[in-house]
């Protein structure tokens, strides 16, 4: 139910209001929680309860900003802007990785420091509000798991969530190990669990976020491959400027240049390609410029390798 990256072939059919509605009901499950985990880390003296408010803090900034962000996608393409705003998604999913980066730095520098010269810790209050918070994490992320997750926005939102309750189970076995034996600094070693589960996602979220603005080919589909099989479409010479990227997540998209053989029937080969495009790989958005081997323009500048068909 609950962790890694979506797949590509996650149902898209999750209304956006129903993505909203779900998101929302997590937002105020963290949010009353957070408050009070606040007070008790303050009293009981525990990192690891602060860490996990702190982190609880930026799961309801991420949350809120996943929230606007689909909105602005949702807004149709206006003056420049022609794809829309689709891309503010992507744009909050790497905001989410870097918070994480940045708060995991912070709490391995206190955790550290904290190992060197640990504090007295109330273990008893660590493990009632780390359990509670488990529970509620918990129901944060179910709620959040029936949003569409193959959207890379509330797949940041999510992996934050995901990655505070991760943080609670390491929490809640810090408090039992504080009661039962004394040994004060499990509160920092719990700590330092959690931060590096927050470097895994907080990369993750950063790197396929970039992919993306850096018009990388989306996970999955292969220029090279695509290229080739192109070019072995019946009718077609060769096949340059090929672009293969995404608009956001969920959304790839391709361009080309066909030569086709002089003689052949231009309509014929798009239609083919266009339905081998579309059964092979999923890709519903293209844009062919198809032409005559021997009428066509090469462009001086092409972008990318040429696919030639064999013999």
């Given at each position: 139910?609950?962790?890694?990256?979506p797949?590509?072939?996650?149902?898209?059919?999750?209304?956006?209001g129903?993505?909203?509605?779900?998101?929302?009901?997590?937002?105020?499950?963290?949010?009353?929680?957070?408050?009070?985990?606040?007070?008790?880390?303050?009293?009981?003296?525990?990192?690891?309860?602060?860490?996990?408010?702190?982190?609880?803090?930026?799961?309801?900034?991420?949350?809120v900003?996943?929230?606007?962000?689909?909105?602005?996608?949702?807004?149709?393409?206006?003056?420049?802007?022609?794809?829309?705003?689709?891309?503010?998604?992507?744009?909050?999913?790497?905001?989410?990785?870097?918070?994480?980066?940045?708060?995991?730095?912070?709490?391995?520098?206190?955790?550290?420091?904290?190992?060197?010269?640990?504090?007295p810790?109330?273990?008893?209050?660590?493990?009632?509000?780390?359990?509670?918070?488990?529970?509620?994490?918990?129901?944060?992320?179910?709620?959040?798991?029936?949003?569409?997750?193959?959207?890379?926005?509330?797949?940041?939102?999510?992996?934050?969530?995901?990655?505070?309750?991760?943080?609670?189970?390491?929490?809640?076995?810090?408090?039992?190990?504080?009661?039962?034996?004394?040994?004060?600094?499990?509160?920092?070693?719990?700590?330092?669990?959690?931060?590096a589960?927050?470097?895994?996602?907080?990369?993750?979220?950063?790197?396929?976020?970039?992919?993306?603005?850096?018009?990388?080919?989306?996970?999955?589909?292969?220029?090279?491959?695509?290229g080739?099989?192109?070019?072995?479409?019946e009718?077609?010479?060769?096949?340059?400027?090929?672009?293969?990227?995404?608009?956001?997540?969920?959304?790839?998209?391709?361009?080309?240049?066909?030569?086709?053989?002089?003689?052949?029937?231009?309509?014929?080969?798009?239609?083919?390609?266009?339905?081998?495009?579309?059964?092979?790989y999923?890709?519903?958005?293209?844009?062919?410029?198809?032409?005559?081997?021997?009428?066509?323009?090469?462009?001086?500048?092409?972008?990318?390798?040429?696919y030639?068909?064999?013999?």
């Amino acid at each position: 139910m609950f962790g890694g990256m979506p797949t590509h072939d996650h149902d898209h059919g999750v209304p956006a209001g129903a993505d909203r509605r779900w998101l929302t009901l997590a937002l105020a499950l963290i949010g009353v929680f957070m408050a009070g985990e606040v007070v008790v880390g303050l009293i009981a003296g525990s990192l690891a309860l602060l860490s996990d408010a702190a982190h609880m803090l930026t799961d309801a900034g991420a949350i809120v900003l996943a929230l606007i962000a689909m909105r602005l996608a949702a807004r149709p393409p206006r003056g420049g802007y022609t794809y829309g705003l689709k891309r503010a998604e992507i744009l909050s999913a790497q905001a989410n990785g870097v918070t994480m980066l940045i708060l995991a730095a912070w709490l391995a520098f206190e955790s550290v420091r904290r190992l060197i010269a640990p504090p007295p810790v109330t273990g008893s209050l660590v493990l009632i509000t780390a359990l509670a918070g488990v529970v509620v994490n918990v129901a944060a992320a179910w709620a959040m798991s029936r949003a569409n997750r193959s959207s890379l926005n509330i797949e940041g939102a999510f992996q934050h969530v995901v990655n505070d309750l991760y943080a609670f189970i390491a929490t809640a076995v810090a408090g039992v190990v504080i009661l039962t034996t004394g040994f004060a600094r499990a509160d920092a070693i719990a700590t330092l669990v959690v931060v590096a589960l927050m470097v895994k996602a907080g990369v993750g979220l950063v790197r396929e976020s970039g992919r993306i603005f850096l018009e990388a080919a989306p996970s999955g589909l292969d220029p090279q491959r695509i290229g080739d099989r192109l070019a072995g479409v019946e009718g077609v010479v060769e096949v340059h400027d090929l672009h293969v990227w995404q608009i956001t997540s969920g959304q790839p998209a391709l361009s080309a240049h066909v030569l086709v053989a002089p003689g052949g029937d231009c309509h014929t080969v798009r239609a083919e390609i266009e339905r081998l495009l579309h059964d092979t790989y999923h890709l519903t958005h293209s844009t062919l410029q198809v032409d005559h081997a021997d009428l066509s323009v090469h462009c001086e500048d092409a972008h990318g390798a040429s696919y030639r068909s064999q013999p």
